[in-house]
């Protein structure tokens, strides 16, 4: 299992199997645009994974640089209103552009696509892959969430008897 960064009061558990998921996600996305680069981090700017061909991009890099952008566009949103902030972003260079998409669950994608890609295209398959990406991780929550208790009722469980064991040895 990855780690992953939910907030700074608790952690999300990504497994391998959502990593993969998530992963599939990315490749289809970026087949269908045709973008340079999808990149999945999160809210914090940690890269979790990637399709394309970076080239010269520093992941990680980009990755802290789209979540800076990302809670700057944020508090503008608040200042004007939008309590939810802004769900996309889009970045327009003389060259290459950036779609930044908030997924939900403090984690961005970011895509990296040429001028001559039509951005109305970007914005349907990106709006796709928000829904199955934030799909994946509703479920990866889940499934935590009940691992969580499964573990809470056998560790009271087990904590109740080793107690009751350790008093028992001290009456005789």
């Given at each position: 299992?990855d780690l992953v960064?939910?907030?700074?009061?608790?952690?999300?558990?990504?497994?391998?199997?959502?990593?993969?998921?998530?992963?599939?996600?990315?490749?289809?996305?970026?087949?269908?645009?045709?973008?340079?680069?999808?990149?999945?981090?999160?809210?914090?700017?940690?890269?979790?994974?990637?399709?394309?061909?970076?080239?010269?991009?520093?992941?990680?890099?980009?990755?802290?640089?789209?979540?800076?952008?990302?809670?700057?566009?944020?508090?503008?949103?608040?200042?004007?209103?939008?309590?939810?902030?802004?769900?996309?972003?889009?970045?327009?260079?003389?060259?290459?552009?950036?779609?930044?998409?908030?997924?939900?669950?403090?984690?961005?994608?970011?895509?990296?696509?040429?001028?001559s890609v039509a951005?109305?295209?970007?914005?349907?398959?990106?709006?796709?892959?928000?829904?199955?990406?934030?799909?994946?991780?509703?479920?990866?929550?889940?499934?935590?969430?009940?691992?969580?208790?499964?573990?809470?009722?056998?560790f009271s469980s087990?904590?109740?008897?080793?107690?009751?064991?350790?008093?028992?040895?001290?009456?005789?």
């Open positions: 299992m960064t939910k907030s700074p009061k608790s952690q999300f558990m990504l497994s391998t199997e959502a990593f993969n998921e998530i992963s599939v996600v990315l490749r289809e996305l970026e087949a269908s645009t045709r973008a340079e680069l999808a990149v999945f981090c999160d809210a914090n700017g940690v890269p979790i994974t990637h399709a394309g061909k970076p080239r010269t991009i520093d992941l990680s890099t980009l990755s802290a640089l789209n979540a800076g952008n990302y809670a700057a566009t944020s508090e503008m949103a608040r200042l004007i209103g939008e309590k939810n902030g802004f769900k996309f972003l889009f970045l327009e260079g003389e060259h290459k552009n950036i779609y930044l998409c908030n997924v939900g669950f403090d984690f961005l994608l970011s895509i990296v696509f040429s001028k951005l109305g295209m970007v914005r349907i398959y990106a709006n796709k892959a928000v829904k199955q990406l934030s799909a994946i991780l509703e479920k990866a929550q889940k499934q935590e969430q009940l691992a969580e208790e499964l573990l809470d009722v056998e087990l904590l109740g008897k080793a107690l009751d064991e350790s008093f028992s040895k001290n009456k005789k």
